[in-house]
């Protein structure tokens, strides 16, 4: 594919030479010959300058050098991720049918156009929609369902009864429906286990990161709603809820029973506590740690990173706080006997 034909194909504008070829796609600094890239930010342009790349897109009223044809758009990102999703190769042996290394139970409905590829593993009563990837290695629960135009990458495991919405990808490893967290401490100390019985369902065009887990409910379900993305090695809990086209990056956890709303955007390694209400358009930094409801639009974050020796001395501060405390009491007392006198 040359310049001019993918400008053709985002509406862009061609300054410099349209035949060039295009073979792939990369950031300015990485691109070589035949790289299509980027400029996103002006403060790039220097890097622009020696870019090897064999065209860049940019916006239609950048003014600046570049060493290599231009394409001019609207919206710079939004023209690369349509032409990575137009130039992007299919999954290889994807081809529809079952792979003779798959097992399958009898009665198991496989729509038209699906692919169950090898050494999958589908259980009595699995439903798997018109279209449906199963790449290779994925286990379906007794009764679980995947819905049309999904994607399961290798070793994805959706346990029985679990349900997943259509078009949605879920990246290698992540496991959907194991048992949530749960269990009753008794008298001696030991454990005891509480049945989880519930199921987990994702909605539509969801992704799932690779080695994220979502945990089934102890009853009923926990929901994953349709437009969700959700980063790798995420966990969520038993009976969360998580609202429509909210966010949640690596390694960000949602304890049970939280109820997380729509729109909602989850920093990395962030943490919320059980049984909690989060507003819709909330914004959670990375690694804050949240304990209490959040209102619909908070902005929180906290656990900012400190030089080591400003963040001892705090911690030192920290400990002594319910001492200073006390004696800011004391001295409020005597202040307040003073101002009588």
């Given at each position: 594919?040359?310049?001019?034909?993918?400008?053709?194909?985002?509406?862009?504008?061609?300054?410099?030479?349209?035949?060039?070829?295009?073979?792939?796609?990369?950031?300015?600094?990485?691109?070589?010959?035949?790289?299509?890239?980027?400029?996103?930010?002006?403060?790039?342009e220097?890097?622009?300058?020696?870019?090897k790349?064999?065209?860049?897109?940019?916006?239609?009223?950048?003014k600046?050098?570049?060493?290599?044809?231009?394409?001019?758009?609207?919206?710079?990102?939004?023209?690369?991720?349509?032409?990575?999703?137009?130039?992007?190769?299919?999954?290889?042996?994807?081809?529809?049918?079952?792979?003779?290394?798959?097992?399958?139970?009898?009665?198991?409905?496989?729509?038209?156009?699906?692919?169950?590829?090898?050494?999958?593993?589908?259980?009595?009563?699995?439903?798997?929609?018109?279209?449906?990837?199963?790449?290779?290695?994925?286990?379906?629960?007794?009764?679980?369902?995947?819905?049309?135009?999904?994607?399961?990458?290798?070793?994805?495991?959706?346990?029985?009864?679990?349900?997943?919405g259509?078009?949605?990808?879920i990246?290698?490893?992540?496991?959907?429906g194991?048992?949530?967290?749960?269990?009753?401490?008794?008298?001696?100390?030991?454990w005891?286990?509480?049945?989880?019985?519930?199921?987990?369902?994702?909605?539509?065009?969801?992704?799932?990161?690779?080695?994220?887990?979502?945990?089934?409910?102890?009853?009923?379900?926990?929901?994953?709603?349709?437009?969700v993305?959700?980063?790798?090695?995420?966990?969520?809990?038993?009976?969360?809820?998580?609202?429509?086209?909210s966010?949640?990056?690596?390694?960000?956890?949602?304890?049970?029973?939280?109820?997380?709303?729509?729109?909602?955007?989850?920093?990395?390694?962030?943490?919320?506590?059980?049984?909690?209400?989060?507003?819709?358009?909330?914004?959670?930094?990375?690694?804050?740690?949240?304990?209490?409801?959040?209102?619909?639009?908070?902005?929180?974050?906290?656990?900012?990173?400190?030089?080591?020796?400003?963040?001892?001395?705090?911690?030192?501060?920290?400990?002594?706080?319910?001492?200073?405390?006390?004696?800011?009491?004391?001295?409020?007392?005597?202040?307040?006997?003073?101002?009588?006198?």
């Amino acid at each position: 594919m040359t310049v001019a034909e993918i400008a053709e194909r985002i509406a862009g504008v061609v300054e410099g030479d349209g035949a060039v070829p295009i073979t792939g796609l990369a950031g300015l600094r990485a691109a070589r010959p035949g790289d299509l890239s980027l400029l996103v930010s002006p403060k790039y342009e220097s890097i622009l300058l020696d870019t090897k790349a064999a065209a860049v897109l940019v916006r239609t009223d950048w003014k600046g050098r570049s060493p290599c044809p231009l394409i001019r758009v609207e919206s710079p990102d939004a023209a690369m991720t349509h032409i990575a999703l137009t130039l992007a190769p299919e999954y290889p042996g994807t081809e529809a049918g079952v792979h003779p290394s798959a097992v399958v139970a009898d009665g198991v409905e496989i729509g038209e156009g699906a692919c169950i590829g090898p050494l999958c593993v589908l259980e009595k009563g699995v439903a798997i929609g018109k279209d449906a990837v199963l790449v290779a290695s994925c286990y379906l629960g007794a009764g679980a369902r995947v819905g049309e135009d999904s994607v399961l990458h290798a070793h994805v495991s959706i346990r029985e009864g679990c349900i997943i919405g259509a078009r949605t990808i879920i990246y290698d490893g992540a496991v959907i429906g194991s048992d949530g967290f749960g269990y009753d401490r008794q008298d001696d100390g030991s454990w005891v286990k509480i049945p989880q019985v519930g199921i987990v369902e994702v909605g539509d065009d969801v992704e799932i990161g690779a080695n994220t887990t979502i945990d089934r409910a102890r009853f009923g379900r926990t929901t994953i709603e349709n437009g969700v993305k959700l980063d790798n090695l995420v966990q969520v809990a038993h009976n969360v809820v998580v609202g429509e086209n909210s966010a949640m990056a690596g390694q960000a956890g949602i304890a049970g029973s939280t109820v997380v709303g729509r729109n909602v955007r989850i920093g990395g390694k962030a943490s919320v506590a059980g049984h909690l209400s989060v507003g819709d358009n909330v914004i959670i930094g990375g690694s804050t740690g949240i304990a209490k409801d959040l209102k619909p639009g908070e902005i929180v974050m906290g656990f900012v990173g400190r030089p080591h020796m400003t963040w001892k001395r705090i911690h030192a501060a920290e400990e002594r706080l319910p001492e200073l405390v006390r004696k800011v009491k004391v001295l409020e007392q005597k202040v307040e006997e003073l101002s009588h006198l």
